[in-house]
C-alpha cells in the first residue's frame, strides 16, 4: 500500500506541473500545445488519483479551483495600501493638461508616462507572501473590502504559487474580467434556463465575484490583468514599466499592450493606438490610463484626498448599437399611473444598460433580450434605453 501511494505522489506530483504548464500556456501566452480532449484527461486522471489518495489532496492543487463551501457572509480585509481611484476625463485636452500640470510640479525634469489599458472590469487585491497566494479582496471603500479568497482561487489564471524566486510580501492588483465569448456564452445558458441575463460582462464578473458560493465562480470563464502593485518587500523596481516583466516571470497575468512616453503628443498617439486595437482583446476595455512611470516621482507628486496626482484615466466615446422597437406593452397599476414595457432587438445585446421605471413598476425585463421599461404620465412619455456600455 505504501508502495502505491509513493507511486500516486509522484505521479500526481508529475500532472500537477503538467496541467499549470498548460493552463500558463493557454492564460498567458495564448498558446495552448495540446487539445481540450486531452487537457480534460489530464484533469480527470488528477482528480481520480486524488480522491483514491485523498491525504495527497494540497490546497494548491488545480482540482482545488472548483471552490470549497459557501460563505455565509464575506469577511473585511483592511488594505495595507489604500485603493483609490483616479481621476478620469473624456478630454484629449484635459489630458494634455493633466501632463502640463505634473511638469509643473516638477519642473526641468523628464517625466516619462506609461499608456495601458483601462481594463473594464473588477478593481481587485492579491496578496502573495513568500510566492504563496495568501488573500485576496475586493476594492470596496479604497481601505476596506471584501475577502473574495475562494472566488479568485477558481480562476485558471491566478497562480496559487508564483514561479520562480518569489518576494517576501508582493501585492498584486488588477481587474477581473468575463471575457466577451464567454459573456455570451453565459448569457445564453442563462436564458435557456430562464434566468435573468446580464447586463454586461462588467455586471456578470461583479457578480461571480460576490457571490458567497465559489462553486458559481468557478463555473463562470473568469478572468484577470495584473497592472500594478501595493504594499510590497523585497521587490527592486524602480519605475513602472519594469513591472510588466516582473509579473510575467512570475506567472502573473498582465498587460501585453503598452507604451512609454514623454510628451503631450506622444500620450493622445498611443492613447489613439490603443483605441484601434483595444476590440481585439478577449476583454472588455473602456479608455486607457496614464500614469507616471518613475516610483520615486509619484512619491514627489503625491495625492489628493481621492486620486493620486500622478495618474489619470481617459475615456473612450461611448459605443453605440442600433436597436429597432418592436412593440411596447402599457399596463395601468393601482395608483392609475400607466407603466409600459418597450420591446427592442438588438444585434449587440452585451452593449445596453437595464433602466427602472421610474413608477417603480416590476415590468422591467432583461436588457439582453432588447427590453426596456418605459413610463407614462399624462401627455408625456420617457423611454429609457442606453446602448452604452456601462
Not at 499608456?115 to 475586493?138: C, F, H, N, Q, W
Not at 506567472?251 to 506622444?266: C, F, Q, V
Not at 489613439?272 to 520615486?296: M, N, Q, S
Not at 436597436?323 to 452593449?351: A, H, W, Y
Amino acid at each position: 500500500m505504501a508502495k502505491d501511494e509513493a507511486q500516486a505522489a509522484k505521479r500526481i506530483a508529475q500532472l500537477r506541473d503538467e496541467i499549470r504548464k498548460h493552463d500558463r500556456r493557454y492564460y498567458e501566452e495564448a498558446a495552448p500545445t495540446i487539445s481540450d480532449r486531452e487537457y480534460d484527461r489530464l484533469y480527470k486522471e488528477l482528480v481520480d488519483l486524488e480522491a483514491k489518495f485523498s491525504d495527497l489532496v494540497t490546497p494548491d492543487s488545480p482540482t482545488q479551483r472548483v471552490g470549497g463551501k459557501p460563505l455565509q457572509a464575506f469577511a473585511q480585509i483592511q488594505h495595507r495600501v489604500p485603493m483609490l481611484s483616479l481621476d478620469n476625463t473624456y478630454s484629449e485636452d484635459e489630458v494634455a493638461n493633466f501632463y502640463k500640470r505634473i511638469t509643473r510640479l516638477l519642473p526641468n525634469e523628464k517625466i516619462p508616462v506609461v499608456i495601458e489599458p483601462k481594463v473594464d472590469g473588477v478593481a481587485v487585491s492579491v496578496m502573495y507572501e513568500t510566492g504563496r497566494l495568501k488573500y485576496a479582496a475586493t476594492r470596496g471603500d479604497g481601505l476596506v473590502g471584501d475577502d473574495i479568497t475562494q472566488n479568485i482561487k477558481t480562476i485558471r489564471s491566478v497562480p496559487h504559487q508564483l514561479r520562480g524566486a518569489a518576494p517576501k510580501l508582493f501585492e498584486v492588483r488588477g481587474e477581473a474580467y468575463l471575457d466577451r465569448d464567454g459573456f455570451k456564452k453565459l448569457n445564453k445558458e442563462r436564458e435557456a434556463a430562464g434566468l435573468p441575463l446580464f447586463a454586461n460582462p462588467r455586471n456578470a464578473a461583479a457578480g461571480s465575484l460576490k457571490h458567497l458560493d465559489p462553486k458559481i465562480a468557478a463555473q463562470r470563464p473568469l478572468g484577470i490583468v495584473f497592472y500594478g502593485t501595493g504594499a510590497t518587500e523585497g521587490v527592486d523596481v524602480d519605475l513602472h514599466s519594469e513591472v510588466f516583466p516582473l509579473f510575467k516571470r512570475l506567472g502573473l497575468p498582465t498587460h501585453e499592450n503598452w507604451w512609454l512616453a514623454d510628451s503631450i503628443e506622444k500620450i493622445l498617439d498611443a492613447i489613439r493606438k490603443l483605441d484601434r486595437i483595444r476590440h481585439d482583446f478577449p476583454y472588455e476595455t473602456d479608455g486607457a490610463v496614464i500614469k507616471v512611470d518613475a516610483l520615486e516621482q509619484r512619491e514627489r507628486l503625491g495625492f489628493t484626498a481621492k486620486s493620486p496626482r500622478w495618474a489619470i484615466a481617459y475615456k473612450y466615446a461611448a459605443e453605440r448599437v442600433e436597436t429597432k422597437l418592436l412593440d411596447i406593452k402599457v399596463q395601468v397599476g393601482r395608483t392609475k399611473r400607466s407603466c409600459s414595457t418597450s420591446k427592442f432587438k438588438s444585434d449587440e445585446p452585451g452593449f445596453s444598460r437595464q433602466w427602472p421605471c421610474s413608477n417603480r413598476c416590476s415590468s422591467v425585463a432583461a436588457p439582453s433580450r432588447g427590453r426596456r421599461c418605459t413610463m407614462r404620465t399624462r401627455s408625456s412619455a420617457r423611454t429609457f434605453a442606453s446602448a452604452t456600455p456601462s
